[in-house]
């Protein structure tokens, strides 16, 4: 270590190690003490993250590009830019999200939707802190050579990373930036490269359309906002057994209920990863608002989905598991 201390990487990593102090500090939402760039927007992007809650860039390998927001809040504060500034940054990195997820479904692929986050996170925020050409190319090689995330994080029962992952992603996209800004190189071809993201993980694609408005909509206004907070694919079963609570029925009412759905919601809430015990019986948050029967019995029970459906106490309610057990789904 000590016979690296003036090498190219050791100097730059130092120099940001330095820098963590609160002088340079970054907010966290709630706290008043000031910490590094990198860990603010991990802190907050936890908190945008947790109660699924978020926008959802609803196509095969879509996403919450809501998450890029903390870390490009906190690039901002480190620079003090303007608030049109920061909101260019965000606009950046939407356009190069949705390009990613229209151009490939990497789920499909066995890859969480973080790896896609961690490249736009890098170009929104390579924009707010004004890097030059090479500089992004670097950024973003940075943020995607060394995170590839396994789509295990969104299968079977469902833990805390469920909600850290895509906030992992935006922070390391932010380190990466700020590398690149202080003068380390990435690979220089992560894509097409021998070993690179194309051979590796998603096969080639063309990113043509990046940046053009597709039905005179750009990317911001091509994502959906959710009315709960709870997986995307749960919204419209929610409304409907909302509705039903509302206008009198009530689970002794009901002896079965059989939902046909689309593949994407069956396999990811419904059961379709060999994931059933998982799904029928959540013993936490993060599987519970990304469980079909449980969404279902908790909305014709209650008649809302909110944070409240969600609590250690309405989760382990044993009156909620034999309604479960009455409902099938299928694919359609």
Known sequence: ALGALDSPPGTVSRSLAAGAGVATGVSVIGLSQRTTPELAAFANGCLVRYLDFNDTYHTEGGGHPSDMLPAILAAAELTGCSGSETLTGLHDAYEVFAALADAVPMRDKGWDYGAFLSIATAAGVSRVLELEEAGVCNAISLSVTPNMPLFVTRTGELSNWKGCASAYAAMSALFAVRLSQAGITGPPRPFEGKFGMWEQATGPFALDHIGSLLEGRSAVERTSCKLRPSDFETQIPSEVFIDLHNQGTRLD????????????????????????????????????????????????????????????????????????????????
Request: glycine share 6%.
């Open 253 to 332: 009412d009901i002896a079965s209920i059989a939902v046909s759905t689309y593949y994407l919601a069956w396999d990811l809430i419904g059961g379709g990863q060999g994931d059933y015990d998982e799904k029928w019986n959540p013993k936490r948050r993060e599987t519970a608002d990304h469980s079909l029967p449980y969404v279902i019995a908790v909305a014709l029970a209650d008649g809302r989905v909110d944070k409240s459906s969600f609590s250690p106490k309405r989760l382990t309610d044993p009156a909620l598991r034999p309604f479960m057990q009455s409902i099938t789904v299928a694919e359609d």
